[in-house]
């Protein structure tokens, strides 16, 4: 008769520690709300999560957050750890830029430059990127110092969604200064977590104008190079404890 009494306790027991656990919460980006157990997860991949008899698979870049509770000791409450993604994903991001390079201009006159550019724009996905900038570059020899202030847009793609990660970088636009032209500047880089470096080819203040007679061309400096160290914040997720 005891038997009887002391197997539903056994199993209430073990319901009960199991329960203690607490539970993983997967916040989409459509606004769904899953809570269960993650049976099985591919970083930066997928993950599969039963909630009661249904199971449940989604890709990372459905996902905006996973909550997990646990449970604290002391008073028996219910406090959830978020795990945040460390790449890049959806929303605003921005840049901070150095650039140092060396080239020649349309007439083989040799310069050095350094430019400070700011970019802000919106990140679509852990990828795509899709902004605009403006800088200031300072073209130098020993005998000239030229001024040019490019208004640029740019496409960046994050090649790997994870902390570190290749990517290709085109931006194009106008510059205005000592020297007016278009602005072309593709580069490929490497990202490290929310700093980057990056070298690429630069054409600055170049126009070509056709008359009725004659085609007048402004050489500007279209044989540079460059190397890029950045910083870049926002869109970005990290491992935070939630109250």
Not at 71 to 85: A, G, M, R
Not at 228 to 235: K, L, N, V
Request: charged share 20%; with cysteine.
């Amino acid at each position: 008769m005891k038997k009887i009494f002391i197997l539903p306790l056994l199993l209430l027991l073990c319901v009960t520690a199991y329960s203690q656990k607490g539970s993983d919460i997967v916040y989409l980006k459509n606004g769904s709300k899953i809570k269960g157990t993650i049976i099985e997860q591919v970083p930066n991949v997928s993950l599969k999560i039963q909630s009661g008899e249904n199971v449940f698979v989604y890709q990372m870049d459905e996902v905006e957050k996973i909550v997990k509770e646990q449970l604290q000791t002391k008073n028996n409450l219910s406090e959830p750890v978020e795990l945040k993604i460390n790449y890049p994903n959806k929303g605003y991001r921005g840049f901070g830029e150095i650039n140092i390079g060396a080239g020649k201009d349309g007439v083989d006159t040799e310069f050095n430059h350094i430019g400070f550019l700011s970019v802000h724009g919106y990140q679509f996905n852990s990828k795509l990127f899709v902004g605009g900038g403006a800088g200031f570059y300072d073209y130098y020899n020993d005998n000239d110092d030229v001024i040019m202030i490019p208004l640029f847009a740019d496409v960046r793609l994050d090649m790997v969604p994870s902390g570190i990660s290749p990517f290709l970088d085109v931006r194009l636009g106008y510059s205005i200064g000592d020297n007016e032209g278009v602005y072309f500047a593709p580069s490929f880089g490497v990202r490290f977590s929310k700093f980057h470096i990056s070298a690429g080819y630069l054409l600055q203040g170049y126009y070509y104008e056709v008359n009725q007679k004659t085609a007048a061309t402004d050489v500007g400096f279209t044989k540079s190079f460059f190397a890029r160290i950045a910083i870049d914040w926002g869109a970005r997720y990290k491992y935070v404890n939630v109250d």
